[in-house]
């Protein structure tokens, strides 16, 4: 059985950061494609940010968060993370941790189907 637990959410100023963490059980992160995902209300859930199983990580990302967020995983802690940097308003959502195959090519991290197991989320704020 596969669990994630998300934490490090919080309520941030624009312009500032936060490192959202997720701790795996049940599966090696690195056995496995990670992602996490985000929700605003009365929205749906979108892509973020994923990083593929294997020693490559390769990793991709949603177009309004390329360089400003990153995605990275610890194989010793068997946790994943990610780096928010250049918080905006718009930026506002609950974050979802995902894990799905190791084998996931690149092109589908993006689909909410390509993942089997999902976290409960964390709910980070950006406000002034």
């Known amino acids: 059985q596969v669990q994630l637990v998300e934490s490090g959410g919080g309520l941030v100023h624009p312009g500032g950061s936060l490192r959202l963490s997720c701790a795996a059980s049940?599966?090696?992160?690195?056995?496995?494609?990670m992602a996490w995902f985000r929700q605003a209300p009365g929205t749906e859930r979108d892509f973020v940010a994923a990083v593929r199983g294997g020693g490559g990580g390769m990793t991709n990302y949603l177009d309004s968060v390329k360089g400003r967020f990153t995605i990275s995983r610890d194989r010793a802690k068997n946790m994943v993370y990610l780096q928010m940097n250049g918080l905006q308003p718009e930026d506002t959502a609950v974050y979802y941790c995902?894990?799905?195959?190791?084998?996931?090519?690149?092109?589908?991290?993006?689909?909410?189907?390509?993942?089997?197991?999902w976290g409960q989320g964390t709910q980070v704020t950006v406000a002034s």
């Open positions: 995902a894990s799905g195959a190791s084998s996931l090519i690149l092109s589908s991290t993006w689909q909410r189907r390509s993942y089997d197991y």
């Open positions: 049940g599966r090696a992160v690195t056995s496995a494609t």
